[in-house]
């Protein structure tokens, strides 16, 4: 993902709720397929070291996601195109936004 | 358990045999009552909130066990005691022991 936020974005009341649902929703998915992913891990541990394993695996998750999913308007679109080229969320998704961010966004899922 | 470690016991290497059985068996079995309850958990999970408390049961239990495991001769007696009193060990699988080892495990199984 890139760093450098783009500071000049003006964000409608529309706009802003569009990406807040877009946002929620590639949530949603991300943490579903971890919640599925860590009871997979749970299930096949036998051992304390597997037990540890699930642990380094929640732990590095958490801090992950807890990085990722921030809602700010200078670093928005840099957070929805990873979302979208990760697959967590579809470009349609974001219909409504204006054409300036859906150019920058889209342009951002092919680098 | 208390925190004062006996500083005078001598521990032969039969003895020293006897108490690392025992301790590994204890290992074993709260380990094993880890695994099931982790397993549990997993199981019930459906959100993140339902991982990242999994994953604070599991960091605390690792920290906890990391703590507790520790066979050096000064604090065994301690340690045997508190595994036998919560159930992790029989005071039967100490046989061997001597007399005043044993005296002093029965003792601290008591307070």
Known sequence: M???PTT???WSSTEENIAQ???????H???RSMVAEAKRQAELSATPEDLWALN???????????G??????ESLVFV???LAKEG???????????????????VLTLM
């Open 8 to 10: 000049e974005a003006k």
């Open 88 to 106: 967590w969320l579809e470009l349609s998704e974001l219909d409504g936004l204006s054409a300036d961010k859906i150019a920058k966004i889209r």
């Open 80 to 82: 929805l195109a990873q």
């Open 56 to 66: 380094d695996f929640l732990s590095a998750r958490r801090h992950y996601l807890d």
């Open 2 to 4: 890139l760093a450098m």
């Open 21 to 27: 649902s877009a946002f929620d929703a590639a949530f």
């Open 29 to 31: 998915r991300e943490t």
């Open 68 to 73: 990722k999913y921030d809602f700010h308007h």
